[in-house]
């Protein structure tokens, strides 16, 4: 995979590459809400619901060139892209693109560490919010990351939410959350814990 990047348009993923390796990725994310370039179509690049990045049904084995893509993911109301400021190529994702797998509480606040590295305080702006299967009840838990972009929130760091959180009495009964920057975040619908 990387050969095959590594000689597309050096402006494109190509250059990524070349600049990940040169600068150590010390940067900071690019802009690619500012990016607009055309579509150029899809890449064989699959998400997976475990956060397995898969290009041609293969795993994609160096963590680093996963950060990178990352880096560069972007999600528009078609879905899923890659984005450098000359391509723009659709990706599949099964659920989510990340994985929050830590938390951790500093001054007041959750901060989530993803699998690709990303910290993400859970607040007004990073929100956290649990989906809960209508038919066996298991709660989805997802805090966002950036840009539309979420986290699922791994099963044992779920564990550990629940063990920080507190029951609020509210409008529609007693209710089961965590708070970080001053906002309570539900883990399960009112009276579901009892």
Not at 158 to 179: C, D, H, I, K, N
Request: hydrophobic share 35%; charged share 30%; aromatic share 6%.
């Amino acid at each position: 995979m990387t050969e095959r990047v590594e000689k597309s348009d050096k402006r494109g993923l190509g250059a990524l590459v070349e600049a990940a390796r040169a600068t150590g990725e010390k940067r900071g994310l690019p802009p690619v809400h500012l990016w607009n370039p055309a579509h150029c179509g899809d890449i064989d690049i699959v998400i997976r619901r475990d956060g397995t990045w898969l290009h041609e049904g293969a795993p994609i084995g160096r963590p680093e060139l996963v950060r990178l893509f990352s880096t560069v993911l972007r999600k528009d109301p078609d879905g899923f892209h890659l984005v450098t400021p000359v391509e723009k190529l659709k990706i599949s994702v099964e659920d989510s693109p990340f994985r929050a797998v830590r938390v951790d509480r500093r001054d007041g606040a959750l901060v989530f560490t993803t699998d690709v590295g990303d910290e993400v305080e859970a607040g007004p702006d990073d929100p956290l919010r649990v989906e809960t299967d209508p038919v066996t009840g298991e709660p989805a838990p997802y805090v966002h990351v950036r840009r539309g972009l979420e986290a699922r929130i791994e099963r044992p760091v779920f564990y550990e939410l629940v063990e920080m959180a507190e029951e609020r009495q509210t409008s529609e009964g007693p209710q089961l959350g965590v708070t970080s920057h001053g906002r309570f975040f539900p883990l399960a619908p009112p009276g579901a814990h009892r």
